[in-house]
């Protein structure tokens, strides 16, 4: 295996190799000179410096950082000359020397064949084909020298020469071994046997630069599988375990022999294609891959006793020569990634540029919402209610955000920013108290309503001093009359998750005569069961179906079986989004009790409701 690791071993072996040749090689001119035939050791010295010189130039010239694979090869391939060369110069001054008696010159010949030798089965270790070709150069010349002695004892040290060729292969074959296994286990998972993090990382750095290089195109493919947690705090982390390695079997028979897939931890793995000539082929070839893993994932997983049903969010992103950096292309796969799990799990998602900029706008909105709190960014707007007769009977609080930089942000972008970051919860505090103050003082002022609507998200429902923090409020800022009037929006969609716990918080909000009413009705997966466990008092039916009225869709429909159903289990029905007088008609007509929606007025600030009340129902 030739990975950077060993190409950083070996090009420190470079140095070695120089200083060993240099330094030792003056004794043979010294010695030479002294027994006047010290011609072919200057001759041989010079040959080693230029060979030195050429190994000192290799050693400069590698940056695992900036070379590509070709650059790459080519080096290792001109190291391994390096290595060959300044090696056999040892043999050929064994050579030269072994049958010159002056000075016993020929005992410094065997000594120094010998010490070679040693010296390449430690030093080129970390290559097999490398020491194993230069044992056999240096040891073999010298086998063939003592056994052409033609006496008894030059056959035994022949022999000799042979065992030490064995020993030193055996040496340097046990080193070979240990580094490859601790090259393997440091690049290697070892749950899976996949490549890991840091050779995948490391991987994608040499594959941008071979793309800009070859001006080439491939595929990231980040998969993630979906709801992974809940197998393994279920079944415990043997199962999950024997999942995980199931599942990287299955991924690893889907992918080509040049194709890299490694697990980048937990549940998440990562597929890396070859190089394709253009986008438009590995855009193809990893829809065709990503489509081929979500149905083999899909498949029943048998472990044990238990039958295991999973399926995987993956991400795309093609990489070529304007990619910048492996932690880029990753970031960008998980954009791609993440979004699928937005959408619902269990799909592709390419990544593109669309994305890249909703995600810099929730990046901008988190960091201004973060002080938007402290700098009074956040105002309440008031969207009145109506009843049969036209009259003002209650009204929906909005939040609306105004910030310097960002100008107006709608709810429906922020808002869901501040669920995912936990802001929600000071946010939504926040809101609560200012809009129980407007209500205390409405109500001073003469401005009475049947009902006070206030959108309550899940999040914060969930957030464990919540209905605490509800009875504290109402009981600083309101009187009871007003308590009872108070209406809770629960948005139906995001109910399915936990259905049980959502019921007990509103059970414990319900003692506290909070009113319950379900938002966006109709979008969800609502059953009549729900209905029944839940202490909700009043459906909204979602805008989107009074759009549509009178276009002949079957949203009509769904309008007229929402009212009856309302009917039978005895709640209010709040038609919102009412825009024309044809939609009101038809909600009239159909029984529906109260309506929201600019034909009547759109959310008003506090004042303008105050005035809008007392014009409407004075
Ligand atoms: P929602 O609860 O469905 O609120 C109704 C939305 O419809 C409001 O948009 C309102 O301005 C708009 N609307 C009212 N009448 C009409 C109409 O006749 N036509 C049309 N096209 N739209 C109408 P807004 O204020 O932008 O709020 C959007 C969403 O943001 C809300 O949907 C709600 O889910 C969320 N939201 C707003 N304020 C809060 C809040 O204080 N807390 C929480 N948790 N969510 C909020
Ligand atoms: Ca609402
Ligand atoms: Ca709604």
């Known amino acids: 295996m030739n990975t950077i690791d060993s190409y950083i071993f070996l090009r420190k072996q470079i140095l070695v190799m120089i200083g060993l040749s240099l330094i030792p090689g003056l004794g043979y001119i010294f010695l030479g000179w002294i027994n006047n035939v010290a011609a072919p050791a200057l001759i041989w010295y010079t040959l080693n410096l230029v ?13 695992p950082g900036r070379m590509n694979t070709l650059e790459t090869k080519q080096w290792y391939a001109r190291v391994s000359t390096f290595f060959l060369l300044s090696f056999s110069l040892w043999t050929l001054i064994f050579v030269l020397y072994v049958t010159e008696e002056r000075g016993h010159l020929n005992y410094i010949a065997i000594f120094t064949q010998i010490g070679a030798s040693v010296v390449a089965a430690t030093i080129l270790a970390s290559d097999k084909r490398l020491f194993i070709a230069t044992l056999l150069f240096l040891l073999i010349p010298m086998a063939i020298f003592f056994a052409l002695i033609g006496e008894f004892y030059g056959y035994i040290l022949s022999i000799f020469s042979l065992v030490l060729l064995g020993v030193l292969f055996y040496a340097a074959n046990s080193s070979y071994t240990l580094l490859e296994k601790s090259r393997f286990q440091a690049t290697h998972d070892y749950l899976t046997g996949l490549f890991n993090r840091r050779y995948f990382i ?17 595929f990231m493919m980040l998969l993630d599988l979906d709801h992974f947690k809940t197998i393994n705090d279920s079944l415990g982390h043997d199962i999950g375990d024997r999942l995980l390695q199931v599942v990287s079997s299955r991924i690893q028979q889907q992918i080509g022999e040049d194709e890299l897939l490694a697990r980048l931890g937990g549940d998440e793995f990562v597929i890396v294609s070859h190089e394709m000539d253009n986008r438009e082929e590995a855009l193809n070839a990893a829809m065709v891959l990503a489509k081929t893993l979500l149905s083999v994932l899909k498949e029943t997983f048998i472990i044990d006793t238990h039958h295991l049903y999973i399926s995987a969010s993956i991400g795309v992103d093609v990489i070529d020569y304007n990619s910048t950096s492996a932690h880029h292309i990753i970031k960008e796969a998980d954009i791609a990634m993440y979004e699928v799990k937005e959408q619902g799990r269990n799909g592709i998602i390419l990544f593109n540029d669309a994305l890249a900029k909703r995600v810099e706008t929730h990046l901008q909105i988190e960091r201004h919402l973060h002080i938007a709190l402290q700098n009074r960014e956040i105002s309440l707007a008031y969207q009145p209610q109506f009843n049969k007769d036209e009259k003002v009977i209650g009204c929906e609080v909005l939040a609306r955000w105004r910030n310097t930089t960002l100008g107006r942000v709608p709810p429906s972008k922020f808002i869901p920013v501040a669920e995912q970051t936990g802001l929600i919860i000071e946010l939504g505090n926040y809101i609560l108290e200012e809009s129980f103050k407007t209500f205390a003082s409405w109500s001073e002022k003469g401005v009475v309503l049947e009902q006070f609507s206030i959108n309550i998200s899940v999040r914060q429902l969930f957030h464990g001093t919540f209905v605490e923090e509800v009875e504290r409020l109402t009981q600083k800022l309101l009187t009871p009359e007003l308590i009872d009037k108070l209406v809770f929006e629960i948005t139906e969609t995001v109910l399915v998750n936990d259905i049980e716990r959502v019921v007990d918080i509103m059970q414990r909000l319900a003692h506290l005569n909070i009113n319950f009413s379900m938002d966006d009705f109709g979008t969800g997966y609502s059953s009549l069961s729900y209905l029944k466990a839940m202490p909700v008092s009043e459906l909204k039916i979602d805008q989107s179906f009074v759009a549509n009225l009178g276009k002949g869709s079957s949203d009509q429909a769904m309008i007229v079986t929402i009212l009856n159903m309302a009917k039978i289990f005895d709640l209010k029905v709040v038609a919102e989004g009412v825009e024309t007088e044809g939609q009101l008609n038809f ?11 600019y034909y009547f007025a759109k959310p008003l600030t506090q004042i303008d409701f105050e005035h809008f009340y007392t014009s409407n129902n004075g």
């Open 587 to 597: 909600l009239r007509q159909n029984n529906c009790h109260i309506f929201q929606g």
């Open 202 to 218: 490391s991987f994608l750095e040499q594959k941008v630069r071979n793309l800009l290089y070859y001006e080439q195109y491939s």
């Open 51 to 63: 060979v030195s010189f050429g190994g000192y130039r290799l050693y400069k010239e590698y940056h």
